[in-house]
């Protein structure tokens, strides 16, 4: 069984995952996905314990195999711990990061600014991924880092929104997004981590509101029959 057949199935579904291609909660169908990318049962359930591992699917005894949920407990916690996380690694990376990982970062920047720009919000929303990733390997903590990868599934999966502008306040906050992006590189490169936190929470502040449409969707219609019609209808 060639190994490169099986990275790409382990890529392939992480993406479909992080961009909602398979969505939360949905059962995997392991046959399906045994033909699809040819391979036996042995290295799909492999690939399967290993997304499970870091997050994006969960497994239970004599259960199916689903997407990593994204109901409201879970909402509820990611709302509740992801400006601890993401203020703690930005500290940690400004006074830990080393020269030679600031290209990588910028490099990151430069291609989440062209996906906007180009208005593809998934790949926008795969580089805000790799953004934060890169800041989260640069703080580190590796027990931050662990938490840091599972909270960024969730926040990829509903960051598809953000950057899928609806208004000319939605495209302006995507502009600001960019914009923290960039003070963000500056303050972790001049090793300020208490600028690096100030920043990291306005733009966690930024795309919160939006973020939470998710749990909150906008209400149904009203029905706009009248009482009257009501009262005679089947």
């Given at each position: 069984?060639?190994?490169?057949?099986?990275?790409?199935?382990?890529?392939?579904v992480?993406m479909r995952?992080?961009t909602q291609?398979?969505?939360p909660?949905s059962?995997?169908d392991?046959a399906a996905?045994c033909?699809?990318?040819?391979?036996s049962?042995t290295?799909m359930?492999?690939?399967f314990q290993r997304?499970?591992g870091?997050?994006?699917?969960?497994?239970?005894?004599?259960?199916a195999t689903r997407?990593?949920?994204m109901d409201?407990g879970v909402?509820?916690?990611?709302?509740?711990t992801?400006p601890?996380i993401?203020a703690?690694i930005a500290?940690?990376?400004a006074?830990?990061r080393?020269?030679?990982?600031?290209?990588t970062l910028?490099?990151?920047?430069?291609r989440f600014?062209?996906?906007?720009e180009?208005?593809?919000a998934?790949?926008?929303?795969?580089?805000n991924?790799?953004?934060?990733e890169?800041i989260?390997?640069m703080s580190h903590?590796?027990?931050?880092m662990?938490?840091?990868?599972?909270m960024l599934?969730?926040?990829?999966?509903?960051?598809?929104t953000?950057y899928?502008?609806a208004?000319d306040?939605?495209?302006?906050?995507v502009?600001?997004?960019?914009?923290?992006?960039d003070?963000?590189i500056?303050?972790?490169e001049?090793?300020?981590?208490?600028?690096a936190v100030e920043l990291?929470i306005?733009?966690?502040n930024l795309?919160?509101?939006?973020?939470e449409?998710?749990?909150?969707?906008?209400?149904l219609?009203?029905?706009?029959?009248?009482?009257?019609?009501?009262?005679?209808?089947?």
């Amino acid at each position: 069984m060639p190994t490169d057949r099986k990275t790409q199935c382990l890529d392939d579904v992480r993406m479909r995952i992080l961009t909602q291609s398979i969505a939360p909660g949905s059962e995997l169908d392991e046959a399906a996905l045994c033909e699809e990318y040819g391979l036996s049962r042995t290295p799909m359930r492999e690939i399967f314990q290993r997304l499970a591992g870091e997050g994006y699917l969960t497994q239970e005894q004599n259960r199916a195999t689903r997407v990593a949920s994204m109901d409201l407990g879970v909402m509820r916690m990611f709302f509740q711990t992801a400006p601890l996380i993401y203020a703690n690694i930005a500290r940690l990376a400004a006074e830990n990061r080393r020269g030679d990982e600031l290209p990588t970062l910028k490099d990151i920047q430069s291609r989440f600014r062209k996906a906007n720009e180009d208005g593809n919000a998934g790949e926008a929303a795969l580089l805000n991924h790799r953004f934060h990733e890169q800041i989260g390997r640069m703080s580190h903590n590796p027990y931050l880092m662990t938490s840091l990868s599972r909270m960024l599934i969730d926040h990829t999966r509903l960051s598809q929104t953000f950057y899928r502008p609806a208004s000319d306040e939605d495209a302006t906050r995507v502009k600001q997004a960019i914009e923290q992006h960039d003070a963000m590189i500056v303050a972790i490169e001049k090793q300020e981590p208490a600028l690096a936190v100030e920043l990291t929470i306005d733009h966690w502040n930024l795309s919160r509101d939006r973020l939470e449409r998710f749990v909150q969707p906008d209400p149904l219609p009203l029905d706009v029959l009248s009482m009257k019609d009501r009262k005679h209808a089947v």
